[in-house]
């Protein structure tokens, strides 16, 4: 038999909100299977969501509501939980955050800057100094400690298996000084080493089509379905659709299938970190 594991409510508000939920559904005597009967949920969702790991949908939080006659108490307290697990991310990325950490592979293109999960604090400060000039030093400091944060998913020795094609002007046009874009570049190598990490770069003559400009996020999980985000400047869009979602995989293997191979792609990084760390790089 399972251990049955306590929640800590004074850990958060997802976890005081999901410690309130177990309480009233053992307190109606319902399992997590009869709770979540009728909606379009499973009872590890549901699990996750007692545990303070994700946030309650509102249809679901009405569901829980209506069949534990809770008067609405889980559909109000929805929006404090979504602020809570939010933190120093925009709002509409927050999820895409949480999700991460649920997802078996990851892959992901980027064409402008070096992907979030790979940032480096130098890297990371200029990219938000540049997107957020006018946020005091404490809201940037809470973004870059966020940010940061993302990239303790591999810490992790196999999961999730993580994909990035990165277009080559990344690598050579420099946001940050010299030595800082050097250990930037050591930062994904060594990932790329330990096999953490698969890296291809597309080339400058690679192909140009609408969407190499946009960033791409697709998701894959173990009980899930696939998920999609792209974004642009201050927004961002998360796609379930699995018809959307398979047209975009199509495309990023277009992308995957012209970059250059993990191997020639490693010895680019490299070769181009030896020369910024050198002072001797060359646009």
Known sequence: MATRKEIDGSAGVPQFYGKELRFKREEAGLTLEKLVDGSFYGITYLSEIEHGHRRMPADLAQHVDRVLGTDGFFQRRCEDVRKAKQGAHAAYFAAVVEAETRARTISEWSGTLIPGLLQTRS????????????????????KIVARLHRGRLFHNPKKPEYWVIMHESLVHHSIVPPVEMAEQLDHIAA??????????????????????????????????????YTEGPYHGQTIDDPSIVVRYRKAYDRLRAAASPPEVSLALIEKAAEEYRHGQHRP
């Open 191 to 228: 990932l790329v080493r330990r096999n953490r990490v698969v890296a291809q770069i597309l080339p400058w003559n690679g192909p140009t089509r609408s969407l190499s400009e946009l960033p791409l996020l697709l998701m894959d999980f173990d009980n899930e379905p696939p998920l999609l």
């Open 123 to 142: 890297y990371a400060t200029a990219v938000i100094h540049s997107a957020h000039s006018l946020d005091t030093p404490e809201e940037v400091e809470a």
